[in-house]
């Protein structure tokens, strides 16, 4: 008891407070910045911290990638530019929830359902780091690569229109993913000699092109179905809410626990951790045939899972030194420089430190709420804005952005590409949401095969002599061969516009 | 006529004065910026933010760290090479600069460079899982060398990478085949390690550093460092020499550099600059925190560790047929 208030005593100090203020606004920046992700926020926060005390340090952290991962529901929602990537898996039914007039209720599931995941994450850091950490850990090549094979099946569902036109669109993106030095032989594929392509198409510029300037252009050629804004102002974001808590009270809990669990998975985040609580949410919904087109129940899930994963990224890094997603990674860093080396010890030896750090996550995520909404307040006035104005200035928005991640022309280059193309095949009926899927997890599936076979000399069998590993194997083999035959049956036609 | 002459030799030689006295004196006049090959979050980006922000303090402009990766280093290590040389773009090069060109990825090698100052060296380790029947490197030297190969498996970086040269070099100057034990590819040592916990491999032959988190959990156990001293951080760990007697060192090294032709006057500030942050208490500090070996060498020794670096790698790449040329 002593323990936790002392640590209340130091995440509540005047200090850690202001600190908390000022990197809350830094994140919500960040967040809703096109291109600018809740990692970038973390590493552009280490030279300051270097300066703080342990708790303040991690609570500017904390509170940061909270507030960006949030954030990042705002660009997307307004104007089909996810501001980071774990809002890409529902940036379509968010965008065109806005399109239907309902932005207030787009956004404030953004906002509400954030806050809740992010609170369940950090209730299970609170409770039971030490063991699903050794959970995690067990986890080897075979059992990820199952794991990453059936976040592939997600494509069935989160594409939206045809399903021979999404295993097109998916194909296409595990095409892409395998452009660049190859993650296992160190060979470089599909490059032409150039630099630039050895490091592959990076995700982001990819993400921007395919979402957001492909709705440019669709707007600039004046198609009928691009996107006319019919809103002018946002209500009460937080009217409807508690009826959307009562309709959807599984898919929360799910959402906010998948979220968490993906999280806690090495090498997999709240990008990830999106795209399959959106592909669950759909799968077991009693209205699938609504998602894709301006459905709210998948933002309710996703986004309680992305930043469930935030709080679940912990726990494998502060009890092992091994990060959780590429956040973590660096708070690694910043726990070694401030002398809480990670391990189980960090738990007997400075408890109130972990304690005060776990509290602001509760801090943080509560203060999400008037903060988000004053973040709304101030981003809506984009709906104000005249197409003729607005339109140029997502073009800009996504030059910068595919440009910030890696600073280089080259990033411009494949968002307008992949803009382009995306451009031609939402046109022609195919989704892009599959696409972008595999340049996600096309890396992950390769990566865990290959060094898979290479540990098992081989032996396909392999795959399932490890239990967990078996288990996982039959359960996406069922997966499959139950998509396979929904496919082959004759179902009734629905009509669903798929640009 | 006469004074036209006059009037146009005075102003040729005040616009020759105004340029020179820009290019000598205002270095640094803008921000600078920093392009670090490796992703955030990693030991070559910690370093070199902590290297940026004393800079900041001592050289009164902003010092930006960009990360440009991507092509096991290729990217970002080109990225330095071919910026404009007027001490505005520096970059962090490391130990792969000697590596990737053997590996037939680039032409880039280390005359690319002005070489400023060297302020790292990670030794590579021995580690095994803390349940693993072995207790000193020479128990698992025996072990690899009685049972058939392909038995244990190693990791902790990509294929033909530090880490991959730390083992394969080990095995041959213990007189085995250098692929007696296959290396199984990971995007990193956190990987790495997190695959020999899983049971995926048997040995990981990062920096031991890189490990302390695990082996401070009792997840893993160091049996050696292929280095000449021991680490002082891990004072318990003997040298690679002391436990087996096989005479074999490597290490991950790191280091400043702009691009070729860097201006005279930009590297005589830079130097003893960063010679100042080497040796300052917050820089030891954060090294001696997350377990960095330090080490200093300026320009003209900088270029000839890297050249000795480089000829040395290409040797143990081609021994292992990991070498193009």
Redesign the interface.
Known sequence: MDTILTALSYALAPSTLVVVFFASLFGLFVGAMPGLTA??A??LL??VT?FMEPVPALAAIVSATAMAIFAGDLPGALLRIPGTPASAAYVDDAYRLTLKGQAELALGAGLVFSVIGGLVGALVLVIAAPLLAEIA???????YFWLSLLGLSCAVFVATGKPVKGAVSLLLGLFISTI??D????Y?RFTFGI??L???V?FIPAMIGMFALSEVLRWAVGHRRAGVLVQQRIGNIFRGQLGLLRRYPLGLIRGSLLGTAIGIL??AGADVAAWVSYAVSKRFSREPEKFGTGHVEGIVEAGAANNGALGGAWVPAL?????GD??T??V??VL??K?M?????VMLERPELLYAVFSTFFLANLLMLPFGWLAIKCFRRVLHVPREVLMPAILLLCMVGAFAI???VFGVGIMLVLGVLAFFMEESGFPVAPAILGIVLGPLVE?NF??SM??A?GHVLAFFE?PIAAGLGILTILVWAMTVRRALRPEPQIAVSAG | MRRRQLLAAASASAIVALTATKAHAAWPERPITIIVPWGAGGGTDATARILASLMERELGVPVNVVNRTGGSGVVGHSAIATATPDGYTLGIVTVEIGMMHWAGLTDLDWRAYTPLALYNEDPAGVQVRADAPWNTAKELLDAIRSNPPGTFKASGTGQGGIWHLALAGMLAAAGMEPDRVPWVPSQGAAPGLQDLVAGGVDIVTCSVPEAKGLIDAGKVKSLAVMASERNPVFPNVPTLEEATGVKWTLGAWRGVAGPKGLPQEVVDRLVPLLKKIHDSQEFRDFMAQRGFGVIWKGPAEFAEFMAQRDASLGEVMKKLGLAKA
């Open positions: 990692t970038l973390t590493a280490v030279p270097f850990l067990s986890f080897s090549s075979f059992e660049g030095i993650v296992a032989a160190g470089p630099t630039e050895m490091g592959g990076s090495p090498g009890v092992f030194g091994i990060p590429s956040v990674a660096i690694i860093g070694y420089m002398g080396d990670p391990g189980p010890t890696n600073n280089t990566e290959i060094t290479i540990k000399e490890r």
